[in-house]
C-alpha cells in the first residue's frame, strides 16, 4: 500500500470518525476504531513527510477533543440522574439556625393485580 492510499484511507476514516462523534453514533465509532488502528499501524511502514502528517494529526487531535466533550456530556448527565434519583428517595434542608435535616420520601407502596 502506498503513502498517498494509505493517508487518503485515514482522512476518510478520521472524516467518518468526526461525524460518527457530531451525531452521538457511539456504536459507529467502536466499528472505525478497529480500522483506525490497523491504519495508524501502517503508517509506521511508510517514510512520511510533514505535508502528509499534519492534516492527520490535525483531525485526529480535532476529533479526540470532540470524543473527550462527549465523555464529559455524558458524565454530567449520568450526575444529573444520579441527582435526581436521591431527590426522589430524600430531601435535604435547613432549619432557621442553619443545622440541615434529612426528609425521606415515604415508601411507594404498590398493588398487585390478581386475575
Do not use: C, W
Request: no cysteine; charged share 35%; hydrophobic share 35%.
Amino acid at each position: 500500500m502506498d503513502e498517498r492510499t494509505l493517508s487518503q484511507q485515514l482522512e476518510e476514516l478520521i472524516d467518518a470518525e468526526r461525524t460518527a462523534l457530531i451525531n452521538g453514533d457511539f456504536d459507529r465509532i467502536a466499528e472505525l476504531l478497529e480500522e483506525k488502528q490497523r491504519l495508524i499501524g501502517s503508517l509506521h511502514d511508510l517514510p512520511l513527510d510533514r505535508q502528509t502528517v499534519a492534516p492527520l494529526s490535525d483531525g485526529l487531535r480535532r476529533n479526540q477533543e470532540l470524543f473527550d466533550a462527549a465523555l464529559a456530556g455524558i458524565r454530567n448527565v449520568a450526575a444529573r440522574l444520579g441527582d435526581l434519583n436521591r431527590v426522589r428517595k430524600s430531601v435535604e434542608t435547613y432549619d432557621s439556625k442553619g443545622k440541615k435535616h434529612s426528609l425521606d420520601a415515604p415508601d411507594v407502596q404498590r398493588l398487585e393485580r390478581r386475575a
